[in-house]
């Protein structure tokens, strides 16, 4: 086997990998952020900036679109192209730079106690997502 076939073979995996990983994240980010699971980040975020019943509607919407993105980077993931996807995963790759903004830089802010080493695995984490995201539209990945 070739370099360049044993190194395709490999970034192919990592490539399924990455877009399952993030599909079953976003999943599980969207549902705790609908049932307002108090260790879910969508709160957290939302609630670092806004209260009442704005950030409950705005906690919603960043939960509906992290579902949806999950499912539709699980359908193209499987080979279905729905027209919709594509643009999907740009709202929710600009949505996801914003909460990111959110989470790993307004909160950190508001709350001076915040462990280094504890947010940048945070900021790894939703960083690694973002990049997911992004490789989940026929533009830069699938």
């Given at each position: 086997?070739?370099?360049?076939?044993?190194?395709?073979?490999?970034?192919?995996i990592g490539l399924?990998?990455?877009?399952?990983?993030?599909?079953?994240?976003?999943?599980?980010?969207?549902?705790?952020?609908?049932?307002?699971?108090?260790?879910?980040?969508?709160?957290?975020?939302?609630?670092?900036?806004?209260?009442?019943?704005?950030?409950?509607?705005?906690?919603?919407?960043?939960?509906?679109?992290?579902?949806?993105?999950?499912?539709?980077?699980?359908?193209?993931?499987?080979?279905?192209?729905?027209?919709?996807?594509?643009?999907?995963?740009?709202?929710?790759?600009?949505?996801?730079?914003?909460?990111?903004?959110?989470?790993?830089?307004?909160?950190?802010?508001?709350?001076?106690?915040?462990?280094?080493?504890?947010?940048?695995?945070?900021?790894?984490?939703?960083?690694?997502?973002?990049?997911?995201?992004?490789?989940?539209?026929?533009?830069?990945?699938?």
């Amino acid at each position: 086997m070739s370099k360049s076939n044993s190194r395709g073979f490999s970034s192919s995996i990592g490539l399924v990998l990455l877009n399952l990983s993030v599909a079953v994240y976003l999943f599980a980010t969207g549902i705790m952020g609908i049932t307002g699971s108090k260790g879910g980040e969508i709160l957290i975020a939302v609630n670092s900036i806004f209260s009442g019943d704005f950030a409950r509607i705005l906690m919603i919407i960043i939960s509906v679109l992290a579902i949806a993105a999950g499912v539709f980077i699980l359908i193209r993931f499987f080979g279905i192209s729905i027209s919709i996807t594509e643009i999907l995963l740009i709202i929710l790759a600009i949505t996801w730079l914003i909460f990111i903004l959110m989470i790993d830089i307004v909160y950190p802010i508001n709350n001076k106690g915040i462990d280094f080493i504890a947010w940048l695995r945070s900021f790894g984490s939703h960083v690694m997502v973002l990049a997911g995201i992004i490789l989940g539209t026929r533009k830069f990945g699938i």
